[in-house]
């Protein structure tokens, strides 16, 4: 077990809703990054926030957004969803963005846009 | 072109088989991860390399910084070694800030 928790673990939503998901990062890490794996692909990397700042984003429309907290949890949210929004959301915890740390992953959260 | 390529896609064994997942990256790099992920979707960190060899257990990862090139041995395989293993490289430049590029992944299937 990482420590790094998401919720929820499923979710199914409808085209044109909004979703967030949450995710605890490692006691001790102040970067976390999210990532998106849909079926059969490698994740693709959405942003990172550190010392709650967004620090680098990749290629994802502003329906994509996130939070990150005091605590280094985080959120992220997605308006206007698509049914090709369906995915595994993956959320990665670090010690430090600029340092070559371990990346410590969570479970996942599997979304299912109907 | 994908900038990280991983070879084989799929991979059925043998208990107690040798197996070797490539790894095949065309961007310069500060860290290369082995990454094991399971049918339920978590991932757990295997190996970080930024150059030669690490061995955990019966796991074995080496690095080319040169060749740009990385293999992933498991020794005397067995069947809950099987998963979906993946690459993935930390960019040294630009780009996402350092974060992570993956590999598609090589699915692991270790027979009894």
């Known amino acids: 077990e990482t420590g790094v928790t998401q919720s929820p673990t499923h979710l199914i939503k409808t085209r044109g809703q909004q979703v967030t998901l949450r995710c605890s990062s490692q006691s001790g890490h102040n970067t976390v990054s999210w990532y998106q794996q849909a079926l059969g692909q490698g994740p693709q990397f959405i942003f990172q926030y550190y010392r709650e700042e967004e620090n680098g984003r990749g290629n994802f429309p502003p329906r994509f957004s996130g939070l990150q907290f005091p605590n280094y949890s985080s959120e992220l949210n997605v308006n206007a969803l698509e049914l090709d929004d369906s995915a595994l959301y993956l959320c990665?915890?670090?010690?430090?963005?600029?340092?070559?740390?371990?990346?410590?992953f969570g479970q996942g959260t599997r979304l299912t846009v109907v | 072109k994908n900038e990280v390529e991983q070879s084989p896609q799929n991979l059925t064994a043998q208990e107690g088989e040798f197996i070797t997942i490539n790894c095949s990256y065309s961007?310069?790099?500060?860290?290369l991860h082995w990454l094991q992920q399971h049918p339920g979707g978590g991932i757990v960190s295997l190996f970080m390399l930024s150059s030669g060899k690490k061995k955990h257990g019966r796991l074995i990862a080496t690095i080319n910084i040169q060749e740009k090139h990385s293999s992933l041995h498991i020794t005397a395989s067995h069947p809950r070694d099987s998963a979906v293993y993946i690459c993935a490289v930390r960019l040294l430049w630009g780009g996402s800030q350092g974060n992570l590029i993956f590999g598609k992944g090589t699915k692991l299937s270790v027979k009894p």
């Open positions: 961007v310069g790099i500060s860290a």
């Open positions: 990665a915890s670090s010690f430090d963005r600029d340092r070559n740390t371990e990346a410590f």
